[in-house]
């Protein structure tokens, strides 16, 4: 059987599958020294399933496969539930919507990156606003929806075309870190953590509008300083890279 393309899609070619994922050993898990994250994915496309778990066990040795699922019930029924990471399907045939699925996993300890073939604005502000770190489309290559969840996740894993995300050491300044106020820079960390705007005001003890004002300014921040932080997946990368990520 000849290698998988490691940037092969999830709507691709799906390459030939044998077995489950833990037919295919990660040999370069080792290199790393953190501890693997263990990852949960929920698509009630069997195929896709199974090639999306195979990819990340053959080509992400720093993410374990914990638990994959078809039906929503079987994800939160599992013992392995809940990961760390949630890779969650947009559309799925049980009538649980997007905002209960995203806010389960959320309430559960998971961060949630959403996989959809459906490339709308209302589908990814839906999934966004009901916490989840990132929306990517399933057109994209399992590579960058991988580096999204390592920035999610605040792990880093270097190559010649890749950046370092990792938290920047204590003292240390990026020279286009932009100055956040110390409200500005609370209500950051925990909109980054997975909390809805309703839920930074009511933790900050603060109102709605007030919450929404400090997450503005930090955004116009990030953008005079070039870096353009507009959704919230950009958002939690400027976190993972200017040491708020925790």
């Given at each position: 059987?000849?290698?998988?393309?490691p940037?092969?899609?999830?709507?691709g070619?799906?390459?030939?599958?044998?077995?489950?994922?833990?037919?295919?050993?990660?040999?370069?898990?080792a290199?790393?020294?953190?501890?693997?994250?263990?990852?949960?994915?929920?698509?009630?496309?069997?195929?896709?399933?199974?090639?999306?778990?195979?990819?990340?066990?053959?080509?992400?040795?720093?993410?374990?496969?914990?638990?994959?699922?078809?039906?929503?019930?079987?994800?939160?029924?599992?013992?392995?539930?809940?990961?760390?990471?949630?890779l969650l399907?947009?559309?799925?045939?049980?009538?649980?919507?997007?905002?209960?699925?995203?806010?389960?996993?959320?309430?559960?300890?998971?961060?949630?990156?959403?996989?959809?073939?459906?490339?709308?604005?209302?589908?990814?502000?839906?999934?966004?606003?009901?916490?989840?770190?990132?929306?990517v489309?399933?057109?994209?290559?399992?590579?960058e929806?991988?580096?999204?969840?390592?920035?999610?996740?605040?792990?880093?894993?270097?190559?010649?075309?890749?950046?370092?995300?990792r938290?920047?050491?204590?003292?240390?300044?990026?020279?286009?870190?932009?100055?956040?106020?110390l409200?500005?820079?609370?209500?950051f960390?925990l909109?980054?953590?997975?909390?809805?705007?309703?839920?930074?005001?009511?933790?900050?003890?603060?109102?709605?509008?007030?919450?929404?004002?400090?997450?503005?300014?930090?955004?116009?921040?990030?953008?005079?300083?070039?870096?353009?932080a507009?959704?919230?997946?950009?958002?939690?990368?400027?976190?993972?890279?200017?040491?708020?990520?925790?």
């Open positions: 059987m000849s290698d998988r393309d940037d092969s899609t999830l709507t070619s799906i390459p030939t599958l044998i077995g489950g994922a833990s037919h295919h050993p990660a040999p370069e898990a290199a790393f020294d953190q501890p693997r994250i263990r990852v949960a994915i929920l698509d009630d496309h069997e195929v896709l399933l199974d090639s999306l778990s195979s990819w990340i066990t053959a080509n992400a040795p720093d993410f374990e496969v914990a638990l994959s699922a078809k039906t929503w019930l079987e994800l939160v029924h599992s013992a392995n539930f809940p990961t760390q990471l949630v399907d947009f559309q799925l045939k049980e009538h649980v919507s997007i905002e209960a699925r995203v806010r389960t996993c959320r309430a559960a300890g998971a961060k949630v990156i959403v996989l959809s073939g459906l490339e709308t604005n209302e589908a990814r502000d839906r999934a966004l606003a009901a916490g989840a770190a990132g929306f489309s399933k057109a994209q290559p399992l590579r929806v991988m580096d999204l969840a390592r920035t999610v996740m605040g792990l880093s894993r270097e190559t010649d075309l890749q950046r370092d995300w938290p920047l050491p204590i003292g240390a300044e990026s020279p286009n870190r932009p100055k956040l106020s409200g500005e820079r609370e209500a960390k909109y980054v953590a997975g909390h809805s705007t309703n839920e930074v005001a009511e933790l900050m003890n603060v109102r709605y509008e007030t919450a929404k004002t400090y997450l503005r300014r930090v955004r116009e921040k990030y953008a005079k300083a070039n870096r353009p507009s959704r919230k997946a950009d958002l939690i990368r400027r976190a993972a890279e200017d040491g708020y990520l925790q």
